[in-house]
T-cell receptor, first 116, second 109 residues
């Protein structure tokens, strides 16, 4: 248990569906991240929020829409996804930026997304 | 060529063997991380290094800044060590985190 909780753990959705991934941390961290992990590829950073403000958007398609209502919660809203978006989506948090690597980053268990 | 290269990509060993996983990088860094990802997907941070060597239980991580190389060692390996081990470096030029592709380790009983 890392203190970062993601729900759901598994999600199957059609290309016309709208769904949301949720990430929650009560570690008192200020920065939260969404990562995408495709099969046999390195982790890809998608979005960074620091103090609820989005500080980074790594050229992610608009069919992925993040929301950070407070420093403890992070959502990833999904709509009209493509089959190639099927991947493991990981949330992480850290005390501060950049990307938690001068402090430790804590990861959630991930949501395994399948787009059919 | 990836800026962070891990080797081997896959490693299968018998329980009790000494394991070494390597990470080479081509950028200037301020820190290097080793992380462990279990089959369910969750990632756990093992070590953060900027120089020298760290040890935690049966895990040892070393880094050679001049050679731009780090190794993760597992002593007396156990089937529960089976996981993907990921190396990630923090670039000291743009503070971007650069991830290796991971090494899949299987320890057979």
């Amino acid at each position: 248990e890392t203190g970062v909780t993601q729900t759901p753990r598994h999600l199957v959705m059609g290309m016309t569906n709208k769904k949301s991934l949720k990430c929650e941390q009560h570690l008192g961290h200020n920065a939260m991240y969404w990562y995408k992990q495709s099969a046999k590829k390195p982790l890809e950073l998608m979005f960074v929020y620091n103090f609820k403000e989005q500080t980074e958007n790594n050229s992610v398609p608009s069919r992925f829409s993040p929301e950070c209502p407070n420093s403890s919660h992070l959502f990833l809203h999904l709509h009209t996804l493509q089959p190639e978006d099927s991947a493991l989506y990981l949330c992480a948090s850290s005390q501060d930026e950049p990307q938690g690597l001068n402090t430790e980053a804590f990861f959630g268990q991930g949501t395994r997304l399948t787009v059919v | 060529k990836n800026e962070v290269e891990q080797s081997p990509q896959n490693l299968t060993a018998q329980e009790g063997e000494f394991i070494t996983i390597n990470c080479s990088y081509s950028v200037g860094i301020s820190a290097l991380h080793w992380l462990q990802q279990h089959p369910g997907g969750g990632i756990v941070s093992l070590f953060m290094l900027s120089s020298g060597k760290k040890k935690h239980g049966r895990l040892i991580a070393t880094i050679n800044i001049q050679e731009k190389h780090s190794s993760l060692h597992i002593t007396a390996s156990h089937p529960r060590d089976s996981a993907v081990y990921i190396c990630a470096v923090l670039s000291n030029s743009n503070y971007q985190l650069i991830w290796g592709a991971g090494t899949k380790l299987i320890i057979k009983p």
